[in-house]
């Protein structure tokens, strides 16, 4: 298991510093990390009872969702730009701190809990600030259009 995830994180190093390729394997990816987590979860949780398991399953894939949903998100904004210093400076800073999140929580597993569901409340701001820009955008050009 430390090996399949050691040489996947090798391949996702390398993918996120290729601007085109880093949107298609983050779309690849909505399909295998929330199952994933969910599944991770799930057995982690074996000694729970069916009822429990599940909805710790549930919120393993939901919290890899979201997480994996902020991160593409940020990804398609900077993607775009030309030049190629922002998309490695950022691929890096995601590398770092999934590094240094996966130390933290096996020396401080409260605190990097706490982390985890600052950075999830985050990103449903983010969404829901996205999401009204975007409804936004949509009903300005629908007057537009409409006069």
């Given at each position: 298991?430390?090996?399949?995830?050691?040489?996947?994180?090798?391949?996702?190093f390398?993918?996120d510093?290729?601007?085109?390729?880093?949107?298609?394997?983050?779309?690849?990816?909505?399909?295998?990390?929330?199952?994933?987590?969910?599944?991770?979860?799930?057995?982690?949780?074996?000694?729970?009872?069916?009822?429990?398991?599940?909805l710790?399953?549930?919120?393993?894939?939901?919290?890899?969702?979201?997480?994996?949903?902020?991160?593409?998100a940020?990804?398609?904004?900077?993607?775009?730009?030309?030049?190629?210093?922002?998309?490695?400076?950022l691929?890096?800073?995601?590398?770092v701190?999934?590094?240094?999140?996966?130390?933290?929580?096996?020396?401080?597993p409260?605190?990097?809990?706490g982390?985890?569901?600052?950075?999830?409340?985050?990103?449903?701001?983010?969404?829901?600030?996205?999401?009204?820009?975007?409804?936004?955008?949509l009903?300005?050009?629908?007057?537009?259009?409409?006069?």
């Amino acid at each position: 298991m430390i090996g399949a995830s050691a040489l996947l994180f090798g391949v996702e190093f390398f993918a996120d510093k290729i601007p085109a390729f880093d949107l298609v394997w983050n779309a690849l990816h909505t399909f295998v990390r929330a199952p994933a987590a969910a599944l991770l979860a799930y057995r982690a949780t074996a000694q729970l009872s069916p009822g429990k398991q599940l909805l710790a399953a549930l919120a393993g894939g939901l919290i890899a969702f979201a997480a994996h949903g902020g991160k593409t998100a940020v990804r398609a904004a900077v993607t775009p730009s030309p030049e190629p210093l922002s998309n490695i400076s950022l691929s890096l800073g995601e590398d770092v701190f999934a590094i240094f999140l996966t130390w933290f929580a096996t020396k401080h597993p409260y605190l990097a809990g706490g982390i985890v569901l600052w950075l999830l409340v985050v990103i449903v701001v983010v969404i829901r600030w996205v999401l009204r820009a975007l409804s936004a955008l949509l009903g300005e050009a629908r007057r537009r259009i409409a006069s």
